[in-house]
């Protein structure tokens, strides 16, 4: 409606309306400018150098980013002490497995029951190639790493209001959407539409590279055919003996694709954190939080909630009760890196300074859904052949992500069912655990009928429900990190922060980990000059 364009536009709309008009790329731009995605800064562990001079320090929380802080300090020769609020390291690098179980706030209580072997990632489960850190550290800590398949042409694309609301394959949808709009510059550039922004020589070679980007035919047409056949795949395909003749399919026509909508999705492995290679550890991504543990021993205190934090001019006291018992107890060490979430950090008592604690209280946490299903047989590869992979959709399980490993394997197989964000996160949570898993079977049975008969059990994890981050990520704007961030990252006192959070690679391990590196080099001046 016309007076829509007076409203303010969200930060979300707006990405989103670049990526339907320019693509993932454009959108990925606009994402570096809001400080959501970021190539990694990673180019080596910085050098502690000169001893510790006998200082102490404190780490709060252990996921990756106190992980890194306490492996690298205590090298440096920091005699290093980390509390922890669950009984295992990582935070959100989670995996869940069968036996596993979790309790939320509310009280309702999950028992994950997947078969041996089979797991979900509740939180991060994807490593790009350019997370350069994270990558060091798999690398270095002996964490086997396997090929995570964000993109498989033989997935689906599927919108509820277009094609009568049946999936329709991703390759269908590319090559139909990139091989009318190549026909459509060709004409363009044969009847010299383009004036002065293409030279006759450029023109040709323009042509020739539509001809190829779009598989249109000898005459520059995107028509049924061997070309768009290739590209798009055969209604039969070539094959041996008296039947290997194949049988060309038919494209979609122009209109048809356009309106489906179906080609906002296509863009979606441009972005650079979504190239190929993409990885994840072997066995669930706790690999990377239990590669550290053997370095770091008796230095975690597992099952501590810390419930306060006090600094003076000598050092950092923070005060926590052991979860299993009730006792309260106190730490204390010269310096404090904090790596707790701000969602959690900012109802937690600490003495600094007005603008970081104004900071703290500033940057709110994104709501987020993951849903893993078990079923009793692989029939995505069975019976569609899709191998990995990611399937899009409207619907408010927003997508599927197929496994990337064991293809082919018997038995029970695991996938990912839902992973959706903001209001329907909320809404979905709102519900008891067995309703999400309900509703995330209905609606994927939309997508896959064999959900109905083949559905074992899930697990639905919705993060601000998990009392350890009550959020997913911290969720910065423009305004926020012009007012908020720098004196976020500040060392204040005695103490310092780190975590996705301290970064502008929010929802990435890559942000933990690279804003733990920056806080222990900076810690460690601090030292050297005192």
Request: glycine share 12%; proline share 5%.
């Amino acid at each position: 409606m016309p007076f829509e364009t007076a409203l303010p536009m969200r930060k979300r709309d707006l990405l989103a309306l670049i990526g339907r008009s320019a693509g993932a790329s454009a959108m990925y731009l606009a994402m570096t400018s809001l400080g959501h995605a970021q190539p990694s800064p990673f180019r080596g562990v910085p050098r502690l150098e000169g001893g510790a001079k006998g200082a102490s320090v404190l780490i709060l929380g252990g996921g990756l980013a106190g992980l890194v802080s306490a492996l690298e300090l205590s090298r440096a020769g920091y005699k290093v002490e980390l509390l922890e609020y669950n009984d295992r390291i990582g935070g959100r690098s989670w995996t869940l497995r069968g036996g596993d179980t979790f309790t939320e706030l509310g009280g309702a209580k999950q028992t994950c029951e997947f078969a041996s072997g089979n797991y979900i990632n509740p939180g991060p489960w994807r490593i790009p190639h350019n997370h350069y850190a994270v990558m060091h550290y798999c690398h270095e800590l002996g964490v086997a790493l396997e090929p995570f398949m964000q993109l498989n042409y033989n997935a689906y694309v599927h919108s509820a209001k277009a094609f009568g609301g049946v999936p329709q394959r991703y390759r269908h949808i590319q090559a139909d959407f990139l091989g009318h709009v190549s026909e459509l510059l060709a004409k363009a550039v044969k009847a010299d539409a383009l004036g002065d922004a293409v030279t006759k020589e450029d023109a040709e070679i323009l042509l020739a590279s539509l001809r190829n980007l779009g598989a249109l035919d000898k005459d520059y047409r995107y028509v049924m055919g061997q070309p768009s056949s290739e590209r798009r795949g055969w209604a039969k395909g070539p094959g041996g003996g008296l039947s290997a003749k194949p049988v060309p399919s038919e494209p979609l026509d122009l209109t048809t694709v356009l309106q489906s909508g179906l080609w906002r999705h296509i863009s979606n492995s441009l972005g650079s954190t979504h190239h190929t290679a993409i990885f994840q550890p072997v066995g669930g991504m706790d690999a990377i939080p239990r590669a550290f543990a053997p370095h770091l021993g008796d230095m975690v205190r597992l099952n501590a909630k810390v419930t306060a934090i006090r600094q003076d001019e000598t050092g950092v006291t923070a005060a926590y009760t052991d979860t299993r018992t009730g006792e309260k107890r106190t730490a204390r060490a010269d310096w404090c890196i904090c790596t707790i979430p701000l969602s959690i950090l900012s109802q937690i008592e600490m003495n600094v300074g007005g603008d970081m604690a104004a900071a703290i209280g500033a940057v709110p946490y994104a709501a987020s859904l993951k849903v893993g299903l078990e079923f009793r047989r692989r029939f995505w590869e069975q019976d569609e052949q899709i191998y990995g992979g990611i399937t899009m959709t409207d619907l408010p399980i927003g997508q599927i992500s197929y496994p990337s490993s064991g293809y082919g394997r018997p038995g029970p197989a695991t996938l990912l069912g839902a992973y959706g964000f903001g209001a329907f996160a909320f809404e979905y949570t709102s519900l008891a655990p067995a309703e999400r898993i309900a509703r995330t079977v209905e609606w994927g049975s939309r997508i896959h009928p064999q959900y109905r008969d083949e559905f074992m059990n899930g697990v639905a994890v919705g993060w601000h429900r998990v009392p350890f981050t009550q959020g997913c990520f911290g969720q910065w704007t423009d305004d926020l990190r012009a007012e908020h961030y720098d004196n976020l990252c500040q060392i204040d006192g005695r103490i310092m922060l780190a975590g996705e959070h301290a970064s502008y690679i929010p929802a990435w391990q890559e942000g933990a980990v690279t804003s733990a590196l920056d806080a222990i080099a900076r810690l460690h001046q601090r030292v050297m000059s005192a």
